[in-house]
């Protein structure tokens, strides 16, 4: 049997040969719902239906203190101990249970501390300040329930998203069914205002898509026959038919679930280092409170009630509550945030990497640029005629799966070219490609290959200077004995391209570089219209994994944007790896560290201030937390904090980071700096 637990998620995965049953029934003596995997999510929402139960037993125990100060008033003795003790014991049953198991496993947690300062403090006859005690670590407890839950709203909304039921085309007939009956190859019917319900394509109609909810974009998509649709979106004003192309296990919304779930439980190294403190902290404050019992009674003549009283408040204020939830309750409020506008951080680790960044590469192609180019001049040289030349390109480029090819054949076919039989084609990397039309050998690449082969290209190359300049890639077409001429293809740079480079550096990145193929003078025109720092160019796809570790020995830490999977070398190489525009595309969703779910590029300042956000906002956490602390410490020795100070301080500490963190939830992508 193997048991999973994920409790920034707030869920516990049990797996193995354990009959459903028995699992269930141990869940419900706990107070928590369990379910099959694959069973249908309950409609409301079990915490804050735990919370809402918790705020009655916390009621019922403040009522249970009252009617004891009432009765104390009146001289009931009985009846005033009678009350505080029927407060303590409701509003702290659930504290007591947990402390039970806790010390079975020698664990001495907060349940536990609190459990001994109440027992203590009951001991002693301090019967008020041990019910409030009680009282205020559940009003702790279940506001922490209460706004962690808020924090987690972000993955309940997106699981609310999807339809349960959606109408079917089967036999000629439209029917309707459950997701889970719905089958890969099913016709959806999607009228205007419905939520789409699986993934799919457009076969029929045509529409405007809210796809929010998966890219983050603020406006509708249109969407027509070809075009792919997400479930959880929203199709707008005309009716669709759509191809079903995924289980409802397998649409892109549940895979953004379950990846923004495993994040929120994945640790950061703030987590980990606030655990390993505490995990220290802890027993040593114990010891601490051990020995300012005994010792001055003991040694100095001090009077037993007094230091009991002391180590007691002393046990409370060693529960590092606050600390303990300073790192979680903030990165997930951050993840949340994320995810709902369309950015997918894979775990705590790579939020703080995020923040961590001094500088960015990026992918020119597909990534600061459209990735659709398109021919732009074509220059025919030594006898042969445009058309000519485009037939013999096109005839080429039609067996290659570069971009720029397959601007050439588009070309190609705009323009009603026949094109002859080529024959053994071999791409060139990095340089072109070579291919037989009519028993001649034809090449097509970059001045590099024309080089290599030694053929004169002097009656091109003011041309080729000329098209680069502008920004534009130039390519030869010709033989080993002569040139034919040349066909320029552009990328059209992105429009928030630039708008993007400006944001991340008003969000505090130093460098940003572009890393691309094309030659030095084309790259340079595109990276000066971009407004990149600098620039690599000529790159080969191992050359790029090269650049980003020298990028890594100049700058540090280093995040590498790309497309995609076409990029993932140099994602993996460098510290953090962005795949953007990866809506839909599985591998990418699972390989990057970060995913932008759609291609906008200005949701990228967005992840960095939200990162650096989240930093600072654990920081604070831990230092008001450690600050609350130490004071509660330094006031407790001479006798100036009361058992009530301490747990008011704790509970404050609790709160105050709790909200503090909330404010992630808060910031806004669209706000430029």
């Keep these: 049997m193997k048991a999973t637990i994920n409790f920034s998620a707030s869920n516990l995965i049990v797996e193995g040969n354990v009959p459903h049953e028995s699992v269930i029934k141990e869940a419900e003596k706990e107070g928590v719902t369990a379910k099959p995997m694959g069973a249908k999510e309950n409609d409301e929402p079990r915490p804050f239906v735990q919370a809402h139960k918790d705020f009655v037993i916390t009621g019922l125990s403040v009522l249970l203190f009252l009617a004891g100060l009432i009765f104390g008033f009146t001289g009931y003795e009985t009846l ?12 702290g049953y659930k504290t007591a249970r947990r402390a039970l198991y806790g010390l079975k496993k020698l664990n001495f947690d907060m349940n536990v501390l609190m459990t001994i300062a109440v027992v203590g403090a009951v001991a002693i006859g ?3 300040e041990g019910a409030l005690v009680v009282i205020f670590f559940s009003l702790s407890n279940t506001l922490s329930v209460y706004t962690l839950e808020k924090a987690r709203n972000s993955i309940k909304a997106l699981m609310g998203l999807t339809p349960r039921e959606a109408n079917i085309i089967r036999n000629g007939e439209e029917i309707h069914l459950a997701v889970e009956e719905i089958q890969i190859d099913d016709v959806m019917v999607i009228k205007p205002g419905e939520k789409i319900a699986m993934d799919g394509v457009v076969v029929k109609g045509r529409s405007s898509v809210n796809q929010a909810a998966i890219t983050g974009e603020s406006m509708p998509v249109e969407k027509e026959v070809g075009h792919e649709v997400f479930a959880g979106t929203i199709n707008q004003q005309g009716s669709i038919q759509v191809q079903v192309t995924k289980r409802v296990e397998d649409t892109t919304l549940s895979k953004i679930i379950h990846l923004v779930q495993e994040a929120q439980g994945k640790r950061a190294k703030s987590q980990e280092y606030i655990d390993k403190f505490a995990s220290i902290y802890t027993p040593v404050v114990i010891a601490l409170a051990v020995l300012l019992t005994i010792i001055p009674p003991l040694f100095f003549g001090g009077i037993w009630g007094d230091w009991i009283y002391r180590g007691l408040a002393l046990l409370i204020a060693a529960c590092p509550c606050a600390l303990v939830i300073s790192s979680p309750v903030s990165i997930i409020s951050a993840i949340g945030n994320s995810a709902k506008n369309g950015v997918l951080i894979k775990g705590g680790v790579f939020l703080e990497e995020a923040g961590a960044i001094e500088a960015i590469a990026f992918d020119k192609t597909g990534t ?9 001049d074509i220059v025919a040289v030594n006898g042969t005629s445009e058309n000519e030349f485009l037939a013999i390109s096109a005839a080429l480029e039609k067996y290659s799966e570069h971009p720029l090819a397959a601007a050439i054949v588009r070309k190609a076919e705009r323009d009603k070219i026949t094109l002859p039989k080529a024959e053994d084609f071999s791409a060139i990397t990095g340089k072109g490609a070579i291919g037989k039309i009519n028993g001649t050998v034809y090449y097509i690449g970059n001045s590099r290959l024309f080089n290599e082969l030694g053929t004169d290209v002097h009656v091109v190359q003011e041309d080729i200077k000329r098209l680069q300049e502008e920004g534009k890639t130039a390519m030869i077409l010709g033989t080993e004995y002569k040139v034919l001429g040349i066909i320029a293809v552009a990328d059209k740079v992105r429009e928030i391209s630039k708008e993007a480079i400006l944001r991340l550096k008003s969000a505090g990145i130093e460098r940003t570089i572009m890393l691309t193929g094309d030659n030095q003078v084309t790259a340079k025109a595109i990276a000066e219209k971009i407004g990149v720092d600098e620039f690599r160019a000529e790159l080969l796809p191992e050359d790029k994994v090269k650049a980003v570790k020298e990028l890594q ?22 510290n953090l790896g962005i795949a953007m525009g990866v809506a839909g595309t599985d591998a990418a969703l699972e390989t990057a560290d970060i995913a932008l779910m759609a291609d906008d590029l200005t949701k990228l300042p967005f992840t960095v201030r939200l990162s650096r956000a989240t930093l600072r906002n654990i920081k604070q956490n831990i230092w008001f937390s450690n600050g609350i602390n130490f004071i509660t410490l330094i006031l407790i020795i001479p006798g100036f904090a009361s058992l009530l100070f301490v747990v008011l301080a704790d509970v404050l500490a609790a709160v105050f980071v709790v909200l ?6 808060k910031i806004n992508p669209m706000k430029k700096s």
């Design 80 to 91: 005033k101990i009678s009350f505080y003790a029927l407060s303590i014991i409701i509003g």
């Design 126 to 128: 301090e019967w008020v």
């Design 368 to 376: 600061l640029t459209l990735g659709r180019p398109e021919v732009t």
């Design 660 to 665: 503090n963190a909330m404010r992630l939830l």
């Design 553 to 574: 020995k100049k700058y540090g830490k280093i995040a590498m944007v790309g497309d995609g999977i076409n990029d993932a070398p140099a994602l993996a190489t460098s």
